[in-house]
């Protein structure tokens, strides 16, 4: 049974750095074509990509983020970690993270429940 | 780069056929997933690869994808068929990016 779950600080404040946490279950990140991505949702706004991490470390970003998102492995072997410097009240949203490659079989079939994170001006 | 574009509301009446369309003009390179959220809930994935309907989705769920739009079709829809849908392609033509389209608001009149 596939699971993931974000965790993080519910409250930012502005300027500082946002550190949330995927736990998943039931996959490998190291198995060959397994990837986790992380998506927000701005309140009563669409989905937006922003980063994603592959089985062989291989790592990809939203291109008007990018210089303030870093996606990586967690110290547990079923963590990835997103960090979002420099957090503006803009980057107020539902983060969910998803076993998503953008493309082929089950891509996007599993998503955690989201973590909504506030960032305060 | 390119963008998704889906009209932002589309209603129907109960039993009735809901088509919601994606347009890009990089569409026809790339499959299409289709995803469905309801309010408070995380997205769940109704369509994947244009046409193929994950195992639990209902048969009235169906895709289909022809040169630069996609198509999400709902037959016989139901009450609780209104929420938020999303398309959702890969982007491969230079940095890789993943994309969504602005969602459309389904209502069941």
């Known amino acids: 049974q596939v699971t993931l779950r974000e965790s993080g600080p519910a409250l930012v404040q502005r300027t500082q750095t946002l550190t949330l946490t995927c736990t998943f279950s039931g996959f490998s990140l190291s198995t060959n074509g397994m990837c986790v991505s992380w998506i927000r949702q701005p309140p009563g706004k669409a989905l937006e990509w922003l980063a994603r991490i592959d089985w062989d470390g291989e790592t990809y970003y939203r291109t008007s983020l990018k210089a303030s998102l870093t996606i990586s492995r967690g110290t547990s072997t079923n963590q990835v970690v997103l960090t979002v410097t420099s957090v503006e009240p803009v980057d107020t949203g539902t983060y969910y993270c998803a076993r998503m490659c953008g493309y082929g079989e089950d891509s996007g079939r599993f998503w955690g429940p989201g973590t909504l994170v506030t960032v305060s001006s | 780069s390119y963008e998704l574009t889906q009209p932002p509301s589309v209603s129907v009446s109960p039993g009735q056929t809901a088509t919601i369309t994606c347009s890009a003009d990089a569409l026809s390179n790339q499959y299409t997933y289709w995803f469905q959220q309801k309010p408070g809930q995380a997205p769940v994935l109704v369509i994947s690869?244009?046409?193929e309907r994950p195992s639990g989705v209902p048969e009235r769920f169906s895709g289909s994808s022809s040169g630069a739009t996609a198509t999400l079709t709902i037959s016989g829809v139901r009450a609780e068929d209104e929420a938020d849908y999303y398309c959702q392609t890969a982007d491969r033509s230079g940095r890789f990016q993943i994309r969504f389209g602005g969602g459309t608001s389904l209502t069941v009149l």
């Open positions: 690869k244009d046409y």
